[in-house]
């Protein structure tokens, strides 16, 4: 069931909407990761749902309740909608002390004093800062002023998790542990994440479905595994994992490159409306090619390049070049070389 | 080899040692000497070190009622000047306030203004018996009392707040907009509404600058001449600056009255260090780390209904404190005889002819003024460039005391400063510049130099050091490498330094005022002698001459500026 619910949510700053008509469903205890390059409207939709932006269209719902509406002309004040959140520059009160900047959601509900000392203290333990305490978050490194941001969102116990790129300031080696951290805390607690990045890997580790967004429209909603074994089109295929395109002419019967023509590459055949339009992009992972000494499409070495386990090849095939990676085992083509590719899991896209 | 064994062996003194030493000599005559004299007077009574005499002359009446004044006003100041401040600063920057960006820049004009000419205008417009708005009220409503007496300390204060306060504004409203919107934005989620967030994390986060602010009003109040002097004379209300004018102008330079004066210098200089040294502890202990990091707008505070209103608090504001007083100099400088209505038939043109093409006082003033700070900008800027270069990029040792001595002044009030020139420079040591225009030059160049300092400081620290070296080793000698590397690249550090010290002198008052003579007369000792002498109308047009110089000037630089970097 549905617990966060966006419903044709629009957002304009100016002539520029960047968000558009967006529609999202998010169930409890869900991990949803909204991944897209900068300025695609991922954050911009993170803020509508927590209520610092309000909508230029659509509403929004957590449970039964409507939070923001643009009909309606009601927005539920952030401070009212009891979710957590944690922001990429960390957003810790460097006046506060790590104890204080925990308890403070706590004691601004005016919960009991031996309430408010109970959930900050079990706060601090499960985000191992029990120890610096009393300490001012100044002194902390960027991964521990990041968990007193998170000790501080569980502290009030939310049923929903905002992340704005919350890994973005820290160290790389910090980076992995606390994905796990953040994945171990949801586990416990179950509250749902919404999860805002531009890190395609750390979205693939942490979240059950992944949103790519681009200039403000949804392009793919799916898991994992699903978005990128069948990328709804170009963009997503590009900006998911490593990539390459060929543009070629299509006929009814098959591929044209320049001068020569092939059948359909492991018979799949691209949708009518492509081939109607005479011109088609294979798009393939470097890593979903082979070389094949017979038959398959020609194409000449330009480039090769020892990258350690895998090696790196760049294949002209017509005017395209065409990226290969194989491990370094694999018996490969020298530069210079004619070779067959063949493209293991073909995808057909338009040509824009 | 054999040279550079040579080089170290010897007890070398080459170009580094020659410079440093001029620098410290300029210092030790332009500043250190007249400081040292001035705690030598007071300190020092026929030979012999005496602190029971410094009390004897703090326990006088008057010397202990300028003590008081100095406080009740400066504190005074400090608190309405920080509560005007911080109020609109958060107001521009935190609401949605119409005109906001506009309202900004107005809200910086106050500066530029001198507070000594804003003190004047008030005073014509709300004198208890001869201003304008009180004779309007009880001429024309049928008061029977003036409605405002100026001539007091509520009216000293407020006029001293209206020119003060952008101490506080440009820091709070610079914190305010530096500050990274998401630690208000977390503490929004966390469940506080914004009261509660204003309260108790954006005042607490920016209070370290609130108090760096007002502890620069303080320090400017407490060494501020001008307004008091204009303000307080009919009802004897004085404060230290203007208690060491009297002293040395009243009392023809009696043994005695130059001790009280040094007294009082003494005092004034021990508040401006407590009061720097406070601002130091409040900026190094709670300078947070506030700044953002995303670009995210700071969340505004809707006003609704308060819009309009507070648009217009702010007009009334900016109207009341610049557009009024300015024009109401402007009007008087342009009447017939002092007290006379605005009406056309007594406006003339001929005041402004008189001062500006007939009278040599007021001719010499301006005269004075522009060559006084035309040359103490250069020579300053110049000597700043050295000075700033030897303690910045070269290795010699003890250069800690050209820093402290060229800072000095900074903390040092300009009634201090002159002085301690006077006591220096009036044949004591066989040189007697008194009553002439280079007693003045030499102040201004002890005054300004920590300007120059610190601009041209900052812009050396820029120049990293490997690119004199990569000049050096492309082939070019050291004098080179200074004229084709180092100094273009600090260059708008030199001519920030010019214009932060020309246009102050242009305006400045309290150090001249100690020092004139019959011919040397500044722009501001003329305004304020003239005003003295009652010659109201006369000391108005020259005011709205001076305010027109000025004016032009801060244009002229920001467009100077402005197209330095653009290119």
Redesign the interface.
């Known amino acids: 069931m549905a617990y966060i619910e966006l419903n044709q949510v629009t957002k304009r700053f100016g002539s520029v909407t960047a968000v558009d008509r967006m529609n999202l469903e998010i169930a409890q205890g869900e991990c949803m990761a909204m991944l897209g390059p900068s300025g695609c409207g991922k954050?911009t939709t993170l803020?509508m749902v927590?209520?610092?932006e309000d909508l230029d269209d659509g509403e929004i719902r957590v449970g039964e309740r409507i939070i923001s509406s643009k009909a309606k002309k009601y927005y539920l004040?952030?401070?009212?909608?009891?979710?957590?959140?944690v922001?990429?520059?960390f957003?810790?009160?460097?006046?506060l002390s790590v104890y204080e900047n925990v308890a403070?959601?706590l004691r601004?509900?005016n919960l009991p004093k031996a309430e408010i000392h109970a959930r900050t203290e079990e706060a601090l333990k499960h985000t191992n800062l029990f120890s610096v305490a009393q300490g001012s978050p100044?002194d902390l490194s960027g991964g521990g002023k990041q968990r007193v941001?998170l000790a501080?969102?569980l502290a009030?116990r939310p049923d929903v998790m905002?992340l704005d790129e919350p890994l973005s300031?820290l160290d790389p080696h910090f980076r992995e542990e606390m994905r796990f951290e953040i994945k171990d805390l949801q586990r416990r607690f179950g509250f749902s994440i919404l999860y805002v990045t531009h890190d395609q890997s750390e979205a693939m580790a942490l979240s059950d479905r992944i949103l790519v967004m681009r200039g403000g429209v949804v392009q793919q909603i799916g898991t994992p595994l699903q978005v990128y074994s069948n990328p709804a089109n170009r963009f997503v295929f590009e900006f998911i994992g490593l990539s390459c395109f060929i543009e070629a002419g299509l006929t009814p019967a098959g591929i044209r490159l320049g001068d020569a023509s092939y059948p359909w590459p492991e018979g799949v055949v691209p949708s009518g409306e492509i081939i109607a339009t005479g011109k088609g992009l294979l798009a393939a992972r470097p890593t979903e090619i082979d070389f094949v000494s017979e038959g398959g499409i020609r194409g000449e070495v330009l480039r090769k390049v020892y990258l350690g386990e895998t090696i790196d090849y760049r294949v002209r095939v017509g005017d395209a070049e065409v990226r290969i990676q194989k491990t370094r085992r694999t018996q490969g083509p020298s530069v210079g070389d004619n070779c067959g590719l063949r493209f293991i899991y073909p995808h057909w896209y338009p040509v824009q | 080899m054999n040279t550079l064994t040579n080089a170290r062996s010897k007890p070398s003194f080459g170009t580094p040692e020659l410079l440093f030493m001029l620098s410290v000599g300029v210092l030790v005559i332009v500043v250190a000497v007249p400081m040292l004299l001035i705690f030598f007077n007071a300190f020092w009574v026929d030979g012999h070190f005496n602190i029971a005499d410094v009390v004897k002359v703090l326990q006088r009446k008057e010397t202990y009622q300028a003590l008081l004044n100095s406080l009740i006003l400066s504190g005074g100041v400090t608190v309405t000047g920080t509560l005007v401040g911080t109020f609109f600063a958060w107001l521009v920057t935190r609401t949605d306030l119409p005109f906001k960006k506009t309202m900004k820049l107005l809200f910086l004009v106050p500066f530029m203004l001198p507070a000594f000419i804003g003190a004047l205008a008030w005073k014509m417009l709300l004198s208890p018996r001869a201003g304008y708005i009180n004779r309007l009220f009880m001429d024309v409503f049928g008061f029977d009392n003036p409605i405002f007496d100026i001539y007091s300390y509520a009216g000293i204060i407020l006029v001293e707040t209206m020119y003060l306060f952008p101490f506080v504004f440009i820091q709070v409203s610079g914190a305010l907009e530096r500050m990274?919107p998401?630690?208000e934005?977390?503490?929004?989620?966390?469940?506080?509404?914004l009261f509660?967030i204003t309260r108790?994390?954006t005042i607490?986060?920016v209070l370290p600058s609130i108090l760096s602010g007002a502890l620069l009003i303080m320090l400017y109040s407490m060494a501020h001449f001008g307004t008091v002097a204009v303000l307080g004379v009919e009802t004897g209300i004085y404060n230290i600056p203007v208690l060491i004018y009297e002293k040395i102008h009243q009392s023809a330079g009696s043994f005695d009255s130059i001790r009280t004066a040094t007294v009082l210098a003494t005092v004034l200089v021990i508040t401006a260090a407590l009061i720097l040294w406070l601002q130091n502890r409040v900026l190094s202990k709670?300078k947070?780390?506030?700044i953002?990091?995303?670009s995210?707008r700071p969340?505004e505070l809707k006003l609704r209904g308060l819009r309009i209103p507070m648009l217009i608090v702010c007009i009334v504001y900016i109207g009341l404190t610049i557009v009024l007083p300015t024009a109401t100099i402007f009007l008087v400088g342009g009447l017939k005889t002092y007290g006379l209505p605005f009406d056309l038939e007594n406006m003339t043109w001929a005041n402004y002819n008189h001062i500006l093409f007939e009278w040599d006082l007021t001719r010499d003033s301006i005269w004075n003024s522009i060559t006084l700070g035309l040359a103490s900008a250069l020579i300053t800027m110049f000597a700043g460039v050295i000075i700033s270069y030897v303690i910045v990029k070269m290795k010699v040792r003890g250069k800690g005391i050209l820093e402290f001595l060229g800072m000095l002044p900074f903390s040092v009030p300009g009634s201090v400063i002159a002085l301690g020139v006077i006591l220096a420079w009036s044949g004591k040591f066989g040189i007697n510049l008194y009553n002439t225009v280079w007693i003045i030059l030499v102040a201004y160049i002890a005054r300004y130099m920590a300007f120059s300092l610190k601009a041209n400081s900052a812009a050396l620290e820029q120049v990293h050091d490997s690119l004199v070296e990569a000049a050096r080793a492309s082939g070019a000698s050291m004098a080179q490498a200074l004229r084709d590397v180092v100094v273009p690249l600090v260059r708008p550090g030199m001519v920030a330094a010019f214009f932060l010290i020309f246009l102050p002198a242009l305006r400045e008052l309290t150090v001249s005022v100690l020092l004139y003579g019959p011919t040397t007369r500044t722009i501001g000792v003329a305004i304020y002698t003239l005003n003295e002498d009652g010659e109201t109308v006369y000391s108005a047009a020259l005011a709205g001459i001076a305010l027109i110089i000025i004016v032009l000037g801060e244009v002229l630089i920001k467009r100077l500026v402005t197209s330095k970097n653009g290119a």
């Open positions: 954050t803020r927590a209520g610092f004040p952030p401070e009212q909608r009891n979710f957590g959140m922001f990429q520059a957003a810790v009160w460097p006046h403070f959601p601004i509900r100044d941001a501080r969102a009030i905002l300031s | 990274d998401t630690l934005e977390s503490a929004r989620i966390s469940g506080a509404d509660t108790k994390i607490p986060l709670g947070y780390q506030i953002a990091g995303k995210f969340t």
